[in-house]
């Protein structure tokens, strides 16, 4: 998978993207990330991006000349799968949405900042809108790393055990189970005895009730999906 990130802030993903797993599936080329600074294909000698809003009011607009050079720029070269936009109005990330990326083959991620994009960029460029949450962030640079984590960990022969992946929270609308590691008496606080039975059955059961008693209390909402 490629993915390129359009954005102001390139060197935000250098902590995220140099790191653990994202770090792994790029040294075994399983992934290839590249960072596009979007003042680049800015026309204006000050490398601007933004302009006031023809509506007036407060808050700058990024305008769609450096935008639009740079996403024709990649699609120049390659097709893209997806182009998406991060941004607080888009439709809310989550692990199926997640899936459905981590099977493509190449992604433009734009990192949205000020008040917006010029509509017109979205009429004409962005597939897809997401957002990681009903909140505000300062830009789209934080959810872009969010999203690209969730992906990369996704795709084949990344994460060391691939059945990992699968079993994880959500993705059988479920909470995981309760885990534990040595030493098995900390202070007095003990692991389940049944967690050292040996009895796979009865463990498995136990997993499971407790999975379903965890979602129940904490995410009831996660049962009633689909
Ligand atoms: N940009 C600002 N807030 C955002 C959010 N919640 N999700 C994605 N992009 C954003």
New binding site residues.
């Given amino acids: 998978m490629r993915i390129d990130i359009i954005t102001i802030f390139p060197e935000m993903f250098v902590g995220p993207f140099n790191h653990s797993i994202v770090k792994r599936a790029q040294e075994k080329n399983i992934v290839e990330i590249y960072l596009h600074q979007l003042r680049d294909f800015s026309t204006d000698k000050h490398r601007k991006v933004d302009d006031y809003a023809f509506s007036g009011g407060a808050g700058m607009v990024m305008m769609i000349e450096p935008i639009a050079k740079a996403i024709e720029h990649l699609q120049n070269e390659r097709h893209y799968d997806e182009i998406i936009y ?3 109005h ?1 439709e809310l ?1 989550d692990q199926p949405i997640a899936n459905r990326l981590s099977t493509y083959v190449n992604l433009i991620i734009l ?2 900042h000020y008040k917006g994009i010029d509509e017109r960029i979205r009429q004409h460029f962005i597939t897809k809108e ?11 640079e ?3 790393a969010v999203i690209v984590d969730t992906l990369v960990r996704l795709i084949p022969g990344v994460l060391g055990n691939e059945v990992s992946a699968l079993s994880d929270s959500f993705q059988n609308n479920l909470i995981s189970p309760p885990i534990y590691t040595r030493p098995r008496d900390f202070r007095g606080w003990k692991v389940p005895d049944i967690l050292l039975s040996g009895n796979e059955r009865l463990i498995e059961e136990w997993k499971y009730n407790q999975a379903l008693q965890r979602t129940q209390k904490y995410r009831p909402d996660m049962l009633n999906e689909k």
Avoid: D
């Avoid at 997401?130 to 962030?137: A, E, K, M, P, T």
């Fill in positions: 991060t941004s607080p888009g990330f990192c949205g997401i957002s990681i949450g009903n909140y505000v962030l300062s830009g789209g934080l959810a872009a």
